[in-house]
């Protein structure tokens, strides 16, 4: 499976962005996908996940209530809406695969490249 992120970019803190990561390959439905982020100089870290089926999700007590992961199977596609967005949002934004969904990086592969997103005034 590929996976290929797309919709960052410069945002004003309080806007709004919403990424997509579309996949290669009929398994898509099979598996549980991720959101995770990596700021300069600091770790990657989950961002924000959800089932195969997209009847249960996880988020980062980060964005809870500001960001909102949805999937549509027939499109292979996963996304991240991103609302209230503020200065410390600013990271690359990657998405993954995983058999289960969790918050652990080690559970997840098939890493796309990225995408950037910068909330600034």
């Known amino acids: 499976v590929q996976l290929v992120e797309s919709g960052g970019g410069l945002v004003q803190p309080g806007g709004s962005l919403r990424l997509s990561c579309a996949a290669s390959g009929r398994t898509f439905s099979s598996y549980a996908m991720g959101w995770f982020r990596q700021a300069p100089g600091k770790e990657r870290e989950f961002v924000a996940a959800?089932?195969?089926?997209?009847?249960?999700?996880k988020y980062a007590d980060s964005v809870k209530g500001r960001f909102t992961i949805s999937r549509d199977n027939a499109k292979n596609t996963v996304y991240l809406q991103m609302n209230s967005l503020k200065p410390e949002d600013t990271a690359v934004y990657y998405c993954?695969?995983?058999?289960?969904?969790?918050?652990?990086?080690?559970?997840?592969?098939?890493w796309g490249q990225g995408t950037q997103v910068t909330v600034s005034s």
């Open positions: 959800i089932t195969w089926s997209g009847s249960s999700t």
């Open positions: 993954a695969k995983s058999r289960v969904i969790g918050a652990k990086e080690s559970g997840y592969d098939s």
